[in-house]
């Protein structure tokens, strides 16, 4: 493969991942992912910004070759995960002179993680400078988007700011240039959702500094480059402010129908008073997609069955999701259904602990919706709808 010129001896030498279906075991890939790398040819020096995933890096390292990289100076890492570094004691064999060059805690990460041998790393801190002869490689620590040793890496004569995971795609494709399609909207948000939402605050904290430093382009360690950063920036600026959307988010689980019924009332309740609703069955439906609604959502509410007087498994995960993404929900309910006892209530809302939310009244029956249950239904609808005309 060739490699394609960002600008000025700036060069694309990551890999598309189509093949791949889930990633950290946890999130489905729409379409698989890139792992980004990029090349930077000073007059003096040669640096690689980022490296490859483990099962890509023999790829990854012949791509080198056929492009006649002979000699690599530095190897810098923004980020010790190893969809990033996992190239990294390949290329010190391939390249034995070579630095790389990163941040403290990440050099304890890949030193632990890949044992990389203490004296090949050289370590920078915030502001620090990095002279590859006619261009300059600037670099700005950035710990909490999304592992405390991210930094970013500027280079500065072109003005090309690497942001490693922060404002990336799970996103393939041919042309290394996004097009800042509503396709790649969805996929960056379902990104930001899974990956960036539980550091909200800190994504609105280095996206306006990204906005002060006004960067020509984006090169993100996932998914295309940003040729108008202003496409990615202003969407991440949308999805981590503080304001919620007039949206309510209904994740259930229901195994004989009564909390979908119960689900369906109360969307309908909600929608017919202008909310929008989007219902999420746990057990069939994408975890992404939950995790993207959950994005803009005011509130939430969670339907579930019990099984062995306990919350359904099911509920159960969604809860400790919704509780690990601290999204920027307001609000939160339960509804539930049993067929002879035990705790539901308690035990969802204790897992829903690291969420600033305010619980409104839950719902729990035994077996079918009843007359009573329609009418406690609309009392929690016009809660809602209440809550919802006041802060919206
Ligand atoms: Fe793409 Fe945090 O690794």
């Known amino acids: ?30 379409q698989g992912t890139s792992y980004n790398s990029y090349l930077v040819k ?71 993680m890949l044992l990389i041998p203490e004296n090949k790393i050289q370590v920078i801190k915030n502001g620090d400078e990095l002279s590859l002869g006619d261009k300059t490689l600037k670099f700005y620590m950035a710990p909490g988007v999304h592992w ?41 948000k379902r990104y930001y959702a899974e990956i960036m939402m539980p550091f909200r605050k800190m994504c609105q904290k280095y996206t306006k500094q990204l906005q002060e430093l006004s960067p020509e382009m984006i090169l993100p360690s996932h998914g295309p480059i940003y040729k108008n950063p202003k496409f990615i920036l202003d969407l991440y600026a949308d999805w981590s402010s503080d304001e919620a959307k007039n949206l309510v988010v209904m994740p259930y689980v229901s195994m004989y129908g009564s909390v979908e019924e119960m689900i369906n009332y ?13 219902k999420h069955d746990i057990v069939s439906d994408d975890l992404g997609d939950l995790a993207m609604a959950l994005v803009d959502a005011k509130t939430l509410v969670l339907g579930a069955s019990m099984v062995l007087a306990s919350p359904h498994p099911a509920a159960a995960n969604a809860a400790y999701l919704v509780n690990l993404l601290n999204p920027k929900l307001k609000y939160a309910s339960i509804i539930g259904s049993y067929g002879w006892g035990g705790d539901l209530i308690n035990k969802l809302t204790g897992m829903l602990c690291n969420l600033k939310i305010e619980l409104i009244e839950p719902l729990l029956i035994k077996g079918k919706a009843k007359e009573e249950t329609f009418k406690q239904l609309d009392k929690m609808a016009e809660e809602i709808i209440q809550k919802h005309s006041v802060n919206s």
């Open 1 to 30: 493969m060739k490699y394609k010129e960002i600008k000025n001896n700036v060069y694309y030498c990551g890999l598309n991942d189509c093949e791949r279906k889930i990633f950290d075991e946890l999130i489905p890939l729409e």
């Open 42 to 112: 000073g007059s003096l020096k040669t640096a690689l910004i980022d490296t490859m995933y483990p099962p890509k890096s023999d790829e990854y390292i012949k791509n080198l070759d056929e492009n006649g990289i002979e000699k690599v100076d530095y190897i810098i890492a923004n980020h010790g995960e190893q969809d990033h570094t996992g190239a990294l004691p390949k290329l010190l064999d391939k390249y034995p002179d070579a630095m790389v060059v990163t941040n403290q805690f990440c050099k304890n990460n890949i030193m632990e």
């Open 148 to 188: 405390p040793d991210t930094m970013f890496t500027h280079i500065k004569e072109d003005n090309l700011l690497c942001t490693c995971d922060f404002l990336g795609a799970h996103y393939t494709f041919e042309d290394i240039f996004a097009n800042d399609s509503k396709e790649l909207e969805h996929a960056a």
């Open 266 to 278: 109360l969307s309908d309740k909600l929608n017919a008073a202008g909310i929008t609703t989007i």
